[in-house]
């Protein structure tokens, strides 16, 4: 069994007046995030806050929708 990947620390934020976080340098270098992208915001009650890429999500979409049709296709097939 391989090891659990821990999540790294990039840093600490301070939400301000108006809701507002930054997103600290390190990590917008390492995961490419640029002045303007688009990120999603999930979470889960009492849960962790984690923030996507939407066009990254938009592409896991698509991706996860061929697998489902494939799916489908082939147990239709298997009838």
């Not at 999603?40 to 009492?46: M, Q, R």
């Not at 890429?53 to 991706?63: G, K, N």
Request: glycine letters at 12%; hydrophobic letters at 45%; aromatic letters at 8%.
């Amino acid at each position: 069994m391989g090891k659990f990947p821990f999540p790294k620390m990039y840093g600490a934020v301070t939400v301000g007046e108006r809701g507002q976080v930054v997103i600290p340098a390190e990590i917008r270098k390492v995961f490419g995030i640029k002045n303007g992208d688009k990120l999603l915001v999930f979470a889960k009650p009492g849960g962790p806050i984690g923030l996507i890429p939407a066009e990254e999500f938009s592409q896991f979409l698509e991706h996860a929708s061929g697998m489902l049709a494939a799916i489908k296709k082939h147990s239709s097939e298997a009838e």
